[in-house]
């Protein structure tokens, strides 16, 4: 059922359902989340059951602003601030001190909580309105199954759940790949998941450089290592190897290396390509899709490729490896995980 965000009743009716301890999907800049009162367990629990995901594995909680943080944070350690200081709203989530008495579902039973002020205008007024019900905060990984590719759209969620499901509709997503997640609970800032931002923006406002993830690191959403995944198999190529390929497709090496794909040589869909080069046209069953040049570009839309690959059938991927830097980051990460499943 979807729920017209530019509506102020409707959201006002949205927010009654999280009071109520009900289940509903949002719009963030990043992606739809799964969202759930993050002060109820029983409610929460239906977010791990709905996406079929671990209950071990911790959930973001969406809150309005910093005072609201304070609901879930037993403190907020300096550095913490200062993320949320530079980039909320906005596509960060920094990881802190739970307050033990609350959010012990949403944090997958760890003494620690994810905390995010999502940018997104719908969002927010949804939490401001969750929050005059008594709702402080919103606990929501994206409206997916889990381990799937995650929705930019209102119609995505309902791909993945059906019309029973209430969804308040805010449009597309602007940013299109999950928040990066930064681990403030060790005394030295820990990159847990890159986004679109960039490390050196991150530690621009963090004041201190960022450490990589060890085995102390805290669980986190969307770090296993296979994730993000279509129904189809994803490879990442090289621009040249794609090419190459192309040429041979259906009888070259690549197309023998996927044996379930011998008896769809010719069928309407058998590969995609998903590349910043692409010829004009390609060989029978061949989806062609060009890459943006930009990879805050690319991450926007990268989801809704994958979907629009799987809608079409398409049983193998071949994406163009992204170029190296560290603008690319988040994208890279979304890949390699989606390849890796």
């Not at 949320?84 to 008495?101: D, Y």
């Not at 590719?149 to 209430?166: D, K």
């Amino acid at each position: 059922m979807l729920i017209d965000g530019r509506d102020a009743a409707a959201v006002e009716q949205a927010a009654s359902l999280l009071a109520a301890g009900e289940l509903l999907a949002f719009p963030t800049e990043t992606v739809y989340g799964l969202g759930a009162r993050a002060d109820d367990d029983a409610a929460v629990a239906r977010i791990f059951a709905a996406k079929g995901r671990p209950a071990n594995h911790p959930l973001i909680v969406h809150v309005a602003d910093a005072d609201d943080a304070l609901r879930f944070a037993a403190h907020l350690p300096p550095v913490a601030s200062r993320l949320m200081a530079a980039f909320w709203p906005g596509p960060l989530t920094v990881i802190v001190p739970r307050r033990p008495e609350t959010a012990f579902a949403a944090a997958g039973g760890q003494a620690s909580v994810g905390l995010r002020s999502p940018a997104h205008p719908v969002a927010q007024a949804l939490l401001a309105a969750a929050r005059r019900l008594g709702v402080a905060g919103i606990a929501g990984p994206s409206a997916n199954r889990f381990g799937r590719v995650s929705p930019t759209r209102a119609a995505h969620v309902e791909q993945e759940f059906g019309t029973a499901l209430a969804v308040l509709d805010g449009g597309r997503c602007a940013v299109g790949i999950e928040s990066s997640i930064v681990d403030c609970t060790r005394g030295r800032p820990v990159l847990l998941r890159p986004g679109v931002l960039t490390r050196a923006q991150i530690e621009a406002a963090a004041n201190e450089p960022l450490h990589d993830a060890d085995a102390a690191a805290p669980r986190a959403p969307g770090t296993l290592a296979a994730h993000y995944a279509p129904k189809a198999r994803v490879r990442l190529m090289a621009a040249g190897s794609i090419g190459a390929a192309l040429e041979a497709w259906p009888v070259g090496s690549a197309f023998q290396a996927s044996q379930a794909l011998q008896s769809d040589a010719h069928a309407a869909a058998a590969l995609a390509v998903y590349s910043s080069a692409v010829p004009a046209h390609a060989g029978p069953g061949v989806r062609l899709r060009r890459m943006p040049d930009r990879p805050d570009a690319v991450a926007r839309e990268l989801f809704a490729v994958l979907r629009e690959f799987d809608d079409d059938g398409v049983q193998l991927i071949w994406i163009e490896a992204p170029p190296p830097g560290p603008e690319w980051d988040g994208v890279r990460d979304r890949l390699q995980r989606a390849a890796a499943s």
